[in-house]
């Protein structure tokens, strides 16, 4: 099994910051691509941004020029650093995890969510 531990979401005026970070573990033989979504109330989820193992980052345009997004392999971590929030950016995020597990098997996980409020 795999597991997703994610952290770092709160409460925040506008125009703060919040990091978000989500650690994997579990039984995984590797990881290709890391990924925070968003879904607000009566909304889709939206990707804000993806990362793949090699470090390609691919981010959404709402958040370009505010967000930025990292990795750390060794650790099976993702962080988001979200600065300049807005209120349209209250959501609940979620980590997303691509890869392959330690059978063999394809991976796909997601985690439980972490909510960010951001106050006008």
């Known amino acids: 099994q795999v597991q997703l531990v994610e952290s770092g979401g709160g409460l925040v005026q506008a125009g703060g910051s919040l990091r978000l970070s989500c650690a994997a573990s579990?039984?995984?033989?590797?990881?290709?691509?890391m990924a925070w979504y968003r879904q607000a109330p009566g909304k889709q989820r939206d990707l804000v941004a993806d990362?793949?193992?090699?470090?390609?980052?691919n981010y959404a345009d709402f958040v370009k020029g505010r967000f930025t997004m990292s990795r750390d392999n060794a650790k099976n971590t993702v962080y988001l650093q979200m600065n300049s929030l807005k209120p349209e950016d209250t959501a609940v995020y979620y980590c997303?995890?691509?890869?392959?597990?330690?059978?063999?098997?394809?991976?796909?996980?997601w985690g439980q969510g972490t909510l960010v409020t951001v106050s006008s």
């Open positions: 997303n995890v691509v890869g392959r597990s330690a059978w063999g098997g394809s991976l796909e996980v």
């Open positions: 579990g039984s995984i033989f590797s990881i290709n691509t």
């Open positions: 990362i793949t193992s090699g470090g390609r980052i």
